[in-house]
């Protein structure tokens, strides 16, 4: 959540799908996928909110680890203690999948890459920490599942948050002032003159 919206989009730039070149993947760590750090890194963020009564996270994942210090295991012990409900949504499926990516001659092309979904580790994660699971293969699904959760959990968040911005407004101020005073001066000297 951030009100800084050249921020975001500037990360929102920089987000790009790891490219394929005849079927393999061209750098396999922009595939790699540490469930058990972003899961930690979460209960980190949450466990600084003292004034809420439900703490939630909602973890969407295919639920493949392939790197990562924490496992997913040891974050899913951390969120049991701290009281916070995983909602897991799996999104994707196991077996071959279309890729777009870049030939060797730098052309934009389709490939198939081969992929895989844990969704037992995510029904596993929703379970032990008393969320639930959703597995969703299009956008209105996963529009449901949010709504779903939704639905079950609502808390309201006192924050404080702080605008940056500068005042204009006083240089047209003083030229306004000017003007007025112009305006009521020059209907004066044209009085004098016609008299």
Do not use: W
Request: hydrophobic fraction near 40%.
């Amino acid at each position: 959540m951030t009100l800084d919206h050249r921020a975001l989009n500037a990360i929102i730039d920089d987000v790009h799908v790891p490219g394929t070149r005849k079927g393999e993947i061209v750098d396999e760590m922009e595939t790699a996928t540490a469930v058990g750090d972003g899961l930690a890194m979460a209960c980190a963020r949450l466990e600084k909110q003292t004034n809420i009564t439900s703490r939630v996270i909602i973890l969407l994942s295919d639920g493949e680890t392939n790197t990562g210090i924490i496992t997913p295991e040891k974050a899913t012990e951390i969120a049991k203690q701290m009281g916070i409900k995983v909602y897991t949504i799996g999104v994707g499926s196991t077996g071959r999948a279309k890729m777009r990516g870049v030939d060797m001659f730098g052309r934009s092309s389709v490939g198939t890459v081969f992929v895989s979904m844990d969704e037992a580790a995510l029904k596993k994660i929703a379970k032990e920490t008393g969320g639930s699971y959703y597995n969703v293969r299009d956008k209105q699904a996963l529009e449901n599942a949010l709504a779903a959760i939704d639905e079950l959990e609502k808390t309201e968040i006192d924050q404080q948050i702080y605008l940056r911005y500068k005042e204009y407004f006083a240089g047209f101020l003083v030229a306004g002032f000017a003007l007025c005073f112009l305006a009521c001066l020059f209907p004066a000297q044209l009085h004098r003159g016609v008299v």
